[in-house]
C-alpha cells in the first residue's frame, strides 16, 4: 500500500487517593462523568456515535468510558487517535490526548471536591496494576490482505452456522427475560393490591401474608447490588455466545491475515526490545526490571478476544462488527500486544517500525525463517531476559531476540534503497531502529534518554545501585512479595524487624518466610531497610507513567528536557484542536466544530455523521476521502 491508515487506542487508569485515608470514594464511572462534563465545557465536542458512545472532539479524536461488564464502575478512559496517515502523524495526535486529559485534571479535582471528595486525581498510562488488570495501548493498521480462495465458500456456511447456533441462544435468552421481568412485574403488581386489601376489617391479615409473600423478589432485587448484577449478565452473555464466537474465531484465524501473521509476528514478539514499557515483579522465576508490562499478559497468537483474560497478540474482534470486512481485500489489522509508551522514541518507532515491516510483507517480503515455534512464550521471555535470549526458531535454529530485529532493519534498509519510491520518513524511521539496535548489542546506557523500559531503569539505579545492588534488592523484592501473600489482612509492615513478623503471622508461615531467608542467604537485620527501598521502587515504577497536576517522573525529566522528544510545540498545539487534514478525520472534525458552534443534535461516528437538526446523514466508508466540498459543505 502507498497510502496507510495508522491510529492508537489508549487506555487510561483512573486513580483517585483520598486527602485523609480511609474517606470514601468515587468510582471510576462517576469520575468519567465528571471529567465528562469539564471536557464539554472546555472543547468543542459531539455525542460519538458509537456501541460505546463517548465524545468526538474537534481534533476528530474519540474519548469514552471503557469497563468489563463484571466491573462496570471500575473503568477506564479510552482515548483514540483519528486516523492518521504517517506515524509522526499519529504519534502527534497521541501526545495532544495525553495533554488534554491533562490540562482537564485540575478542574474535575474541583468538582469531586465540591461533592465532598477532596483528594488527587491521576491518570496512569500504564498497562497494568497491583490487582492484575490489564490494559494498555491498541495498535490499527490498515493492510491490504488478499482474500483467500477458501474463504469464498467457507466464510458464507461459517455465517449461517453462527445465525444457526445464535438464534436459538437469542430466543432462550429472551425468553428467560420476559419470563422473569413478567414475574416481577406481576408481584409487584399483586404486592399492591394485596396492600389495599390488608386495610379491610376483619379479613385483613390474610392479605398482609400475600404482600409479604409478593414482596420477596423485590426485596431480593434490592439486596443484590446493580454491579453483582451486571458481573451476571456478563457471565451469562460470555457463557451463552462462546460456542458461535469460538467457530467464528477458528475459522477467521486461520484463513485472515495469514500473510501478515507468519511475517510479522516474530517481529512483533521481538520489538518489545524498543517498545517496551518496562514494569517491576518479584517473580521468583525471574525477579526484577522486566521490558514489557503487557507481555505478561498475552496468551495466543489470534483469535476474537471476547472480554476476558485471554489477550491474542491479533485481535479479530471487529469482524463480528463488521460482518462482509473479512471478504474485502484492505482490512483493520489490530493490535493487543503493545505496551502504552511515555517515551516518544518508543512509541514512534513502535508505529513506525510496525507500519514499515507491513509494507515489506505486502511488497511480498518473505520472513519465514524468523518464524518463532513457540510466539508467546518468546516475547515472554523477551521481557524478562532481554536482547540476549536465545529464541527456537520452526526450522529448528536459535536466534536472539536481537539478531531477529537486525534480520527485519536489514531487510527495511534493503527494501528502501532499492524501492525508489519511498518516502523520507521511511528511511528516517529505518535510521533510528538501526541506531537503536546497535546501542541495544553495544552500550544499553546510552538509551536511557530514549525508551522507556530504559529511563525507568536509570531512575532505578540512582535509588539502588548507591546503597545495594539488583540482585539483593530482587531477592529481598521476592521476600516482601511472599510476606504479602502470607499476611491475612493487609499491613503495613515498614515498623516491624523481620523477627517481630511473628506477631501478624501464623507460626507455619513465618516458617515458610524464615526459609525462604535462609534459602536466598539474607541478612534478617537489613528487612526494614529492603521493605522502604522495595516502597521507594515500586513508586517509581507506578509514577513514571502519571499524568496528574504535578506530574509524574516521566513528565519532570520531559521537563528538564533530560529525554528525546520528537514533536515540537507547536505540532502538539495545533493537533489539539485541528483535525489530521488528507483522512475523512478531516471531515468529522469539521462537523464535531459545527455541531459545537451552532448546536445542532448530531452524533458523529467513524464512518457516519447524523444530523438530526438539518435531517442529513454522511457516509465516510473511504477513510482517504477527506474533502469537505465533497458532501455540499463550505470549508
Known amino acids: 500500500m502507498q497510502k496507510r491508515i495508522y491510529g492508537l487506542e489508549t487506555e487510561y487508569a483512573l486513580l483517585y487517593y483520598p486527602d485523609?485515608?480511609?474517606s470514601p470514594t468515587p468510582n471510576q464511572k462517576h469520575i468519567y462523568e465528571l471529567f465528562v462534563d469539564v471536557l464539554q465545557e472546555n472543547y468543542a465536542t459531539a455525542p460519538a456515535l458509537y456501541r460505546k458512545q463517548g465524545l468526538f472532539l474537534a481534533n476528530s479524536s474519540l474519548v469514552h468510558y471503557e469497563a468489563r461488564g463484571d466491573s462496570y464502575y471500575h473503568g477506564v478512559i479510552e482515548g483514540c487517535t483519528p486516523e492518521c496517515i504517517s506515524p509522526k502523524e499519529v504519534l502527534t495526535y497521541q501526545r495532544a490526548t495525553d495533554s488534554i486529559l491533562r490540562e482537564m485534571i485540575t478542574k474535575t479535582e474541583e468538582r469531586l471536591a465540591?461533592?465532598?471528595?477532596?483528594?488527587?486525581?491521576?491518570?496512569?498510562?500504564n498497562s497494568s496494576d497491583s490487582h492484575g488488570n490489564s490494559?494498555?495501548?491498541?495498535?490499527?493498521?490498515?493492510?491490504?490482505?488478499?482474500?483467500?480462495?477458501?474463504?469464498?465458500?467457507?466464510?458464507?456456511?461459517?455465517?449461517?452456522?453462527?445465525?444457526?447456533i445464535g438464534v436459538p441462544i437469542l430466543w432462550t435468552l429472551g425468553t428467560v427475560f420476559v419470563t422473569v421481568l413478567f414475574i416481577f412485574l406481576t408481584s409487584v403488581v399483586l404486592r399492591q393490591i394485596s396492600a389495599l386489601l390488608s386495610r379491610?376489617?376483619?379479613?385483613?391479615?390474610a392479605f398482609e401474608l400475600f404482600e409479604r409473600l409478593f414482596s420477596t423478589p423485590s426485596r431480593f432485587a434490592e439486596r443484590v447490588p446493580e454491579q453483582e448484577w451486571l458481573k451476571v449478565l456478563n457471565y451469562i452473555m460470555q457463557f451463552a455466545f462462546l460456542p458461535p464466537v469460538a467457530l467464528l474465531s477458528f475459522v477467521l484465524s486461520r484463513t485472515t491475515f495469514r500473510a501478515v501473521k507468519r511475517n510479522l509476528t516474530s517481529f512483533l514478539a521481538t520489538r518489545i526490545l524498543f517498545t517496551g514499557a518496562g514494569f517491576l515483579t518479584f517473580d521468583e522465576d525471574a525477579p526484577g526490571l522486566h521490558l514489557s508490562q503487557k507481555a505478561t499478559y498475552i496468551r495466543s497468537v489470534m483469535k476474537i478476544f471476547w472480554d476476558d483474560q485471554n489477550k491474542p497478540i491479533?485481535?479479530?474482534?471487529?469482524?463480528?462488527f463488521e460482518i462482509g470486512s473479512p471478504l474485502r481485500k484492505h482490512k483493520r489489522l489490530h493490535l493487543l500486544c503493545s505496551d502504552s509508551n511515555m517515551s516518544e522514541v518508543s512509541e514512534y518507532l513502535k508505529v513506525g517500525t510496525t507500519g514499515l515491516v507491513l509494507q515489506m510483507i505486502e511488497a511480498g517480503a518473505d520472513f519465514s525463517d524468523l518464524q518463532l515455534k513457540y510466539p508467546v512464550a518468546a516475547m515472554k521471555m523477551v521481557s524478562k531476559i532481554g536482547p540476549g535470549v536465545l529464541l527456537e526458531l520452526v526450522n529448528g535454529e536459535k536466534m536472539s531476540a536481537l539478531q531477529i530485529q537486525k534480520k527485519y532493519a536489514e531487510a527495511a534498509r534493503n527494501f528502501l534503497s532499492e524501492a525508489r519510491k519511498g518516502v523520507r520518513e521511511d528511511t528516517l524511521i529505518a535510521e533510528l531502529w538501526t541506531e537503536i539496535l546497535e546501542r541495544l548489542d553495544g552500550n544499553p546506557g546510552a538509551l536511557s534518554a530514549q525508551l522507556d523500559w530504559a529511563i525507568k531503569k536509570r531512575l532505578m539505579d540512582e535509588h539502588i545501585l548507591e546503597r545495594?545492588?539488583?540482585?539483593?534488592?530482587s531477592q529481598w523484592g521476592t521476600v516482601i512479595e511472599k510476606l504479602r501473600e502470607l499476611a491475612e489482612d493487609p499491613v503495613d509492615f515498614a515498623e516491624y524487624s523481620f523477627d517481630g513478623l511473628q506477631r501478624v503471622l501464623s507460626e507455619s508461615r513465618f516458617a515458610v518466610l524464615e526459609a525462604m531467608v535462609h534459602k536466598l542467604d539474607l541478612d534478617t537485620e537489613e528487612f526494614q531497610f529492603f521493605y522502604d527501598l522495595c516502597y521507594e521502587i515500586r513508586k517509581i515504577d507506578l509514577r513514571f507513567h502519571e499524568i496528574s497536576a504535578e506530574g509524574g517522573y516521566y513528565d519532570w525529566l520531559s521537563q528538564e528536557n533530560m529525554v528525546r522528544k520528537l514533536i515540537r510545540a507547536e505540532e502538539l498545539d495545533l493537533a489539539r484542536t485541528t483535525?489530521?487534514?488528507?483522512?475523512?478525520?478531516?471531515?468529522?472534525?469539521h462537523y464535531v466544530a459545527m455541531c459545537a458552534r451552532q448546536h445542532y443534535d448530531m452524533q458523529v461516528g467513524w464512518r457516519k455523521i447524523k444530523n438530526r437538526t438539518l435531517k442529513?446523514?454522511?457516509?465516510?466508508?473511504d477513510p482517504f476521502r477527506h474533502e469537505l466540498d465533497a458532501f455540499g459543505e463550505d470549508q
Open 20 to 22: 485523609n485515608p480511609g
Open 579 to 589: 483535525p489530521p487534514r488528507y483522512t475523512r478525520a478531516n471531515i468529522r472534525g
Open 468 to 473: 545495594t545492588n539488583w540482585l539483593k534488592f
Open 135 to 164: 490494559y494498555g495501548c491498541h495498535e490499527n493498521y490498515l493492510v491490504e490482505d488478499p482474500v483467500y480462495p477458501l474463504l469464498w465458500i467457507l466464510y458464507p456456511l461459517v455465517i449461517l452456522c453462527v445465525i444457526l
Open 314 to 320: 491479533y485481535d479479530i474482534k471487529n469482524f463480528i
Open 114 to 125: 465540591n461533592q465532598g471528595f477532596r483528594g488527587r486525581l491521576v491518570i496512569g498510562k
Open 616 to 621: 442529513k446523514t454522511i457516509i465516510m466508508n
Open 200 to 205: 379491610l376489617p376483619l379479613i385483613g391479615f
